[in-house]
């Protein structure tokens, strides 16, 4: 492999890692504004994780044979670790927000359609 691909490969994988981190603060942000229990957390955190180990060996074969090498797992943490520090709190919080109103929509319209069913059906 020649340096140029293997540099590539390098930042495919860090990538693979920073995406594994913004997709775990939609999965936490989701769980937070649904208020999901101790127990459930952590089955989830588990499936999350190993949901999200399959799909970086199934990009792994993609980007470079399936070979995992030291490279692979220090980009892998170094994604994460970039987003983590870098871009987390902003996407965390952009996540609860969102999820925030769009349960608080769901929510309003629920309300406003049962008080509208009460009023053209027991009248």
Known sequence: MALGESLF????????????????DFYRACG?????????????DLLFWLLFTAAALILLLLANQGEVRFYVILGLVLGVLF?????????Y??????FTLSVSGIRFFVKTFKKIG??????
């Open 93 to 98: 919080l952009l996540f609860y927000r969102i």
């Open 32 to 44: 937070r504004v649904l208020y999901i229990k101790r127990r459930a957390v952590f089955i989830g």
């Open 9 to 24: 490969t390098f930042a495919c994988i860090i990538g693979i890692g920073f995406l594994g981190g913004l997709l775990y």
């Open 83 to 91: 987003y983590s520090k870098l871009l987390s709190r902003f996407f």
């Open 118 to 123: 009460k009023i053209f059906f027991l009248v």
